[in-house]
Nanobody, 124 residues
Framework: VQLQASGGGLVQAGVSLRLSCAAS????????VGWFRQAPGKERDFVAATFRGSYAVYADSVRGRFTISRDNAKNTVYLLMNNLRPEDTAVYYCAASASVIRSNIASRIAYTYWGQGTLVTVSS
């Protein structure tokens, strides 16, 4: 599976942005897909994931503001980010795995495939 993240940019606080993660591979619909982000000098943190499309999990810091969704016909997972804050500034990565289980869905080591990242910068 190859992943291509896109949609990042420079925005002001309070606006919305939608990231896309386009995947290759015929079995994409069976994969769990997650979004992670890494701010300068910090660890890569979990943001959200969709478990094979059956349910979504969010980090506390984004719950209620971000929504993850997927379009299996387009092999694409989206991350809609509303009410962006300066602390959301980071490089956002999408990742996929066929072997994620619920207990490790927020762990970056559970994901096998990674996209290249897209930079989101939120100004105050």
């Amino acid at each position: 599976v190859q992943l291509q993240a896109s949609g990042g940019g420079l925005v002001q606080a309070g606006v919305s942005l939608r990231l896309s993660c386009a995947a290759s591979g015929r079995t994409f619909s069976t994969y769990t897909v997650g979004w992670f982000r890494q701010a300068p000098g910090k660890e890569r943190d979990f943001v959200a994931a969709t478990f094979r499309g059956s349910y979504a999990v969010y980090a506390d810091s984004v719950r209620g503001r971000f929504t993850i969704s997927r379009d299996n016909a387009k092999n694409t997972v989206y991350l809609l980010m509303n009410n962006l804050r300066p602390e959301d500034t980071a490089v956002y990565y999408c990742a996929a795995s066929a072997s994620v289980i619920r207990s490790n869905i927020a762990s970056r080591i559970a994901y096998t495939y990674w996209g290249q990242g897209t930079l989101v910068t939120v100004s105050s």
